[in-house]
């Protein structure tokens, strides 16, 4: 008899698995695709529901403890943003966050997910956080040019060549991020950081991962299939220190339920040795690194993890970091009032990074009870900004999402009110 659990339930089985599985069941391979879908594709919450499979193999499934495994929204709070945040109960009653962010797929939007999409579609150019790059720069990237080319034929119909006026191009619109947790709480204990005050509880497995996603695309009946959502890896928890279910995850979010990869970003604390393993994936999101700091003396007072890793090795890991040809590594960097957010910390900043391909998210702190830290003046964000850009870094200011709810980068420990 199979001994998978209900609460890692089929959202976990990667398709060879669930062919294992109906085979152990006495049934064909082509059973296991059948429940692929209906659980990845048509979000089935039971198999109650789903009326091609055969009863006997149904109740079978259910005699032997296999469910589906879905979280249940426990609660869902809505943002005058727009923005929602749910609080995902697993079998076991622990919990987590997950956050839907409408429109919020550019830099300054508030996700990140940015990190890298400029290639493929020109959509972020017309955001007004990148128009603030001084023309200098903006000049020098091919990429943007070629950006500013795509958003014109998007934007101007009139411009596109007359075959496409006729048949008008598949535009897919942009609707959402989601903002997903891999672990329940998170253990790297970042002192500006509320998931922190939690501790680490336990990992989620793959399919606790996928069906936080899969819930949020459901409550909102999402088409994939025509519809743009991203999807980032920087909710409560820190995805490397969970790094094979996090893999798995994408594995399934790319195989099963039909994500891109490109499609998704993960941010890590800076968990060297998993940085190496994870640029050696065939398939895998972008990469985002919390750096938060321009030197050890500073990143070591707000992120003890730099005492394992100190900045000097987790900047030569990103250096090594493979990147796809177009591609730029994000570095984020909460901005702390009078700690890391002084001119000689941009200068410093840029100096360490400048000869990686990167860009630099800025966050302007978050608060939160029992954080010490405060926001900088909004001025202080934009002088940040306006000197790394000036040094040839792309900068964006990340707009805080759903700080009213407890939703923003950093507020998610499980507020119910
Ligand atoms: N654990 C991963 C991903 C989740 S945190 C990581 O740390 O990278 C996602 C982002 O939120 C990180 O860049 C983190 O530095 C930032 N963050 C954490 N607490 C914050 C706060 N109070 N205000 C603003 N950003 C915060
Ligand atoms: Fe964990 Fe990321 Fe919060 Fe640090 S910032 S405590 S790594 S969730």
Not at 170 to 181: G, L
Not at 237 to 243: A, R, W
Not at 374 to 391: A, D, G, W
Request: proline residues 6%; glycine residues 8%; charged residues 25%.
């Amino acid at each position: 008899m199979p001994t998978t659990s209900v609460q890692t339930g089929l959202l976990s089985l990667s398709n060879e698995e669930l062919s294992d599985l109906v085979q152990k069941f006495g049934e064909p391979r082509f059973r296991a695709r059948q429940l692929a879908d209906a659980v990845f594709r048509q979000r089935r919450e039971s198999l109650a529901e789903v009326s091609n499979l055969p009863a006997s193999l149904k109740s079978r499934l259910a005699e032997g403890g296999i469910g589906v495994g879905f979280p249940k929204i426990e609660a869902k709070f809505q943002s005058v943003d727009g923005t929602v945040r749910y609080l995902m109960a697993f079998a076991d009653g622990q919990s987590v966050e997950t956050v839907w962010m409408p429109e919020g797929d550019f830099g300054e939007a508030g996700d990140g997910s940015e990190a890298g999409t400029e290639e493929e579609d020109g959509f972020w150019l017309s955001a007004s956080g990148f128009r603030q790059i001084p023309s200098a720069v903006r000049d020098t990237d091919s990429s943007t040019r070629q950006s500013i080319k795509n958003e014109e034929s998007v934007s101007n119909p009139e411009r596109r060549p007359k075959a496409e006026s006729r048949k008008p191009l598949p535009v897919r619109r942009s609707r959402a991020t989601i903002c997903v947790s891999s672990q329940v709480g998170c253990a790297v204990n970042c002192q500006f950081c509320l998931t922190a005050l939690l501790g680490v509880k336990r990992n989620l497995s793959a399919g606790e991962i996928v069906g936080q996603i899969l819930v949020v695309l459901r409550d909102h009946s999402v088409d994939l299939g025509r519809e743009r959502v991203n999807i980032v890896f920087m909710g409560m928890g820190e995805p490397f220190l969970n790094y094979d279910n996090f893999m798995k995850a994408v594995r399934l979010l790319v195989e099963e339920v039909g994500f891109a990869e490109s499609r998704m970003t993960v941010s890590t604390s800076g968990i060297v040795p998993r940085i190496f393993d994870f640029g050696r994936e065939p398939v895998r999101p972008k990469l985002a690194i919390s750096l938060n700091a321009p030197n050890d003396e500073i990143r070591d007072r707000i992120m003890p993890i730099t005492r394992k890793w100190n900045l000097d090795a987790l900047l030569d890991a990103a250096r090594q970091f493979p990147l796809r040809p177009r591609e730029r590594l994000t570095f984020e960097y909460v901005l702390l009032a009078g700690i890391n957010d002084a001119p000689e910390h941009t200068r410093e900043l840029a100096r360490r990074v400048h000869d990686i391909r990167c860009k630099v998210n800025l966050i302007a702190f978050n608060p939160g009870p029992g954080v010490p830290y405060s926001m900088p003046e909004h001025q202080r964000v934009l002088e940040f900004q306006t000197i790394v850009t000036e040094s040839g870094i792309p900068a964006f200011i990340r707009r805080p999402r759903g700080r009213d709810i407890y939703a923003a980068c950093g507020q998610l420990k499980r507020t119910v009110a």
